[in-house]
């Protein structure tokens, strides 16, 4: 072929390639635009995304449960009239916001420094602080709930366990219920419970006693005390925080049989 036919056909080639280079560089173009919406669109969708992780984020940290589902409140009795709780909270721990809403009474078994922020709130004390009654086998019971409902979380601040046995109240509440004599010596009572302590030595045993009340017993310290039931039945306490429910009519004793006195404490719920 001569030379000047050569010349037009490598032309008529390159023209040719080029063209579908650009047919395909348009395909492309076209597929890629199909699948990638514009910036502004996108714009919203990020925004709403963003803007739900950082509200559902504080909302998740303050979660509110009741407080006999907090998991630092073990619930380790429940019948129709109360609850007990074995509340322990290790050092540099903090419990989950959670609502007290009826009496309680709370039996100290080991003392550290605490601090206590109510939802909504601030932590109550720049500094440590050791909470009344602050001593093993105190007890106080705080009554406002049943009126004032509170939520709050409590972090340990000290530098040993925090622990308390909880008894929360499930009944109406009434001064006429309960008068009769206890185990041992009666150190409060009022609308909503009465409490004793009792002191043994080993070998020791209290006379029998009908409950008059539904009745938890505590064990503030190591030792080894049986709850001697009138019916035969035999509970055995032997670590601090160990309890027993003895119902309303219930006949009952308690006796040492620890090489060590021991101290129990009695929470009537009225």
């Known amino acids: 072929m001569p030379s000047s036919g050569l010349g037009v056909l490598t032309f008529l080639m390159?023209?040719?390639?080029k063209c579908i280079i650009r047919h395909s560089r348009r395909r492309?173009?076209?597929?890629?635009?199909?699948?990638?919406?514009?910036?502004?669109?996108?714009?919203?969708?990020?925004?709403?995304?963003?803007?739900?992780m950082i509200l559902t984020q504080p909302l998740a940290a303050q979660r509110v449960?009741?407080?006999h589902e907090e998991p630092r409140h073990r619930l380790v009795h429940e019948t129709p009239d109360l609850r007990v709780l074995d509340v322990q909270i290790q050092a540099g721990d903090?419990?989950?916001?959670?609502?007290?809403?009826?009496?309680?009474?709370?039996?100290?078994?080991?003392?550290?420094?605490?601090?206590?922020?109510?939802?909504?709130?601030?932590?109550?004390?720049?500094?440590?602080?050791?909470?009344?009654?602050?001593r093993v086998g105190a007890v106080r019971a705080v009554q406002s709930y049943a009126e004032r409902p509170l939520t709050h979380r409590v972090t340990n601040v000290g530098g040993?366990?925090?622990?308390?046995?909880?008894?929360?109240?499930?009944?109406?509440g009434s001064v006429a219920v309960a008068t009769g004599e206890m185990p041992g010596e009666v150190v409060a009572?009022?609308?909503?419970?009465?409490?004793?302590?009792?002191?043994?030595?080993?070998?020791?045993?209290?006379?029998?006693?009908?409950?008059?009340a539904p009745t938890v017993l505590i064990l503030t310290q190591d030792g080894r005390v049986a709850i001697e039931h009138a019916s035969g039945w035999v509970t055995s306490l032997e670590?601090?925080?160990?309890?027993?429910?003895?119902?309303?009519?219930?006949?009952?004793?308690?006796?040492?049989?620890?090489?060590?006195?021991?101290?129990?404490?009695?929470?009537?719920?009225?």
């Open 239 to 270: 670590m601090a925080g160990q309890s027993a429910v003895v119902s309303h009519g219930e006949r009952y004793r308690i006796r040492n049989g620890g090489a060590e006195t021991s101290h129990v404490v009695l929470v009537q719920v009225r």
């Open 160 to 172: 040993t366990l925090f622990r308390l046995i909880a008894v929360p109240s499930r009944r109406r």
């Open 94 to 134: 903090t419990t989950l916001f959670h609502t007290h809403d009826t009496p309680i009474t709370y039996v100290t078994i080991g003392t550290s420094s605490t601090d206590q922020m109510a939802l909504g709130g601030t932590w109550n004390n720049t500094q440590p602080r050791t909470p009344p009654p602050g």
């Open 65 to 67: 449960v009741m407080v």
């Open 189 to 212: 009572e009022n609308r909503w419970f009465r409490h004793a302590t009792v002191t043994l030595e080993t070998g020791e045993a209290s006379d029998y006693h009908t409950a008059q």
């Open 14 to 17: 390159l023209a040719g390639v």
């Open 28 to 52: 492309v173009v076209r597929t890629v635009a199909a699948h990638v919406p514009p910036a502004r669109a996108l714009l919203p969708s990020a925004v709403f995304l963003s803007a739900a």
